[in-house]
């Protein structure tokens, strides 16, 4: 026999290549049969599928937890019904190949992990029948479906209809002289549904009961013009910055003037309201709280912080903490009782304007970064950590909890222009509404929390539906609660 022929019906024998590799010799292959490795095969080619873990790599199950706070995330678009589908689909592949026993899609998520925590191997392929009493979910003889009872049950199992949020305002009304100006606050919507905006020098007032538009001041008289407008909670009075640093309180009931407060150098673009203690920033950098039942020029607390211009403000839900943030890129926090902040963060790389107090989660603070930042961050205050980051591609120009659900809504400038909804914890966008052509600056919401009103440097104020009337959270019933009784 030839002596290369005997060579090559050896390798192939012992099932090695005839292809030698490059970096091996010919010399360095043993070609005896005495070498040949232990298992032989035949001429069929069956692989081997023990060591593939296919519950893992069919649910590519992203864990959320071990994500680090400070990483910025992509914002997720909302479960559609084509993603309700494909979830659907998914859970049937599941049952069908990895005996997952799904039943209805109410929490799938504790179904993958109920799958992936499995230690038992199981085949993806068997090359034998199945016996009588093998299968958990044995299916009948007499069944029409190709798929399973557990299956059956799955696509049988009732749907959670989704919300669906118009794309279209249901009111759209003309705001000419409307400035675009990303450090003012022109826009605010009191707890009687009456809407305060400011259009050049003049304060105007809309009753969402009647429609009815009535002007409530004019500083043209005195050569200045409106920087910020603010209700108080009952909704009586309303504070209005000016261009030339003043604050003016006035009685919508008696429509006049009560009070002008002075101490401020420069513009007032930012106010907020705790009770009758009235908190202004301003463009020279000082946040002055006064009481505005004490007829006083001196500021009652002078807040020194920030190093530019202070263009938010806003008071915690429990009336003991005010958030504020300025051109500086910096977001402060302060109490009651200190003159300096508690807290501060700097991780912002653009000015903080968009700041929201979590009505539903105590000390979780929300803010926003401008054109140079476009992320939406979160905060513990109570212990000053991070909590998540997700990035929105555009310039946060104002953020606002839900009163009802754990959800926030944020508007956007430059450039996208966009009105974004967003569900939190998992910060996937519920809505995206468009319509505005310019940047959408100012944010207010209707005091049953259902809608919100956006104005822009189009010169339009635009009413959208985007909160369910529903609570997602009953509310306590303890005898405890101080605040469900009359004592």
């Not at 043209?220 to 209700?231: K, P």
């Not at 008696?254 to 009070?259: E, G, H, Q, T, Y």
């Not at 400038?413 to 959408?440: E, F």
């Not at 609570?471 to 405890?480: D, G, Y």
Request: proline share 5%.
């Amino acid at each position: 026999m030839d002596l290369e022929f005997e060579k090559r019906l050896l390798r192939q024998h012992n099932g090695q290549s005839t292809i030698l590799s490059p970096l091996a010799s010919p010399s360095s292959v043993k070609l005896s049969p005495m070498n040949s490795p232990r298992d032989k095969y035949g001429d069929r080619f069956i692989p081997a599928r023990s060591g593939a873990n296919w519950e893992v790599g069919l649910s590519l199950i992203q864990q959320q937890s071990s994500q680090s706070p400070s990483i910025v995330r992509k914002p997720r678009d909302s479960q559609t019904d084509t993603n309700k589908e494909a979830q659907a689909y998914n859970c049937l592949l599941k049952n069908e190949l990895l005996g997952a026993s799904i039943e209805d899609l109410k929490d799938p998520q504790n179904d993958e992990r109920r799958i992936l925590s499995t230690k038992d191997s199981r085949n993806l392929f068997q090359y034998r029948a199945p016996r009588h009493g093998d299968a958990e979910d044995a299916m009948s003889p007499y069944s029409l479906s190709p798929v399973g009872s557990k299956s059956q049950k799955l696509l049988r199992s009732p749907r959670k209809a989704s919300r669906k949020i118009s794309k279209i305002p249901f009111k759209v009304l003309d705001a000419p002289e409307l400035q675009d100006d990303f450090y003012l606050n022109l826009v605010d919507w009191s707890s009687q549904n009456v809407l305060s905006v400011g259009l050049g020098t003049c304060v105007y007032l809309w009753s969402a009961c009647t429609s009815q538009v009535t002007r409530l001041c004019d500083l043209a008289c005195d050569g200045d013009s409106v920087t910020s407008v603010s209700w108080a909670e009952r909704g009586h009075y309303v504070a209005v910055g000016t261009h030339k640093g003043y604050v003016q309180v006035w009685d919508v009931t008696a429509n006049k003037r009560i009070s002008v407060l002075e101490g401020h150098s420069a513009r007032v673009g930012a106010l907020a309201w705790n009770a009758d203690v009235l908190s202004s920033g301003s463009r020279d950098r000082l946040i002055l709280q006064r009481d505005v039942r004490i007829p006083s020029v001196l500021a009652e607390r002078r807040l020194v912080g920030h190093r530019q211009e202070v263009c938010g403000l806003k008071w915690s839900p429990d009336h003991q903490h005010l958030a504020s943030g300025g051109n500086d890129n910096r977001l402060l926090v302060w109490n009651t009782s200190r003159p300096k902040p508690v807290w501060e963060c700097n991780e912002h790389m653009a000015a903080v304007k968009a700041i929201a107090w979590s009505p539903h989660h105590h000390g979780l603070l929300a803010s926003g970064g401008g054109t140079a930042d476009r992320c939406i961050r979160f905060w513990n205050t109570l212990t000053g950590q991070p909590l998540q980051c997700v990035d929105t591609g555009s310039q946060v120009c104002n953020l606002a909890w839900s009163k009802h659900a754990s959800e926030l809504v944020s508007t956007h400038g430059y450039s996208q222009n966009q009105i974004l909804v967003w569900k939190y914890p998992s910060l996937t966008q519920v809505a995206k509404l468009t319509g505005h052509s310019y940047r959408v600056l100012y944010l207010a919401m209707s005091p049953d929390g259902e809608a919100i009103v956006t104005g822009a440097g189009d010169e339009t104020l635009r009413f959208w539906n985007v909160f369910s009337k529903a609570r997602s959270q009953k509310e306590s019933k303890s005898v405890l609660n101080l605040f469900t009784r009359i004592r």
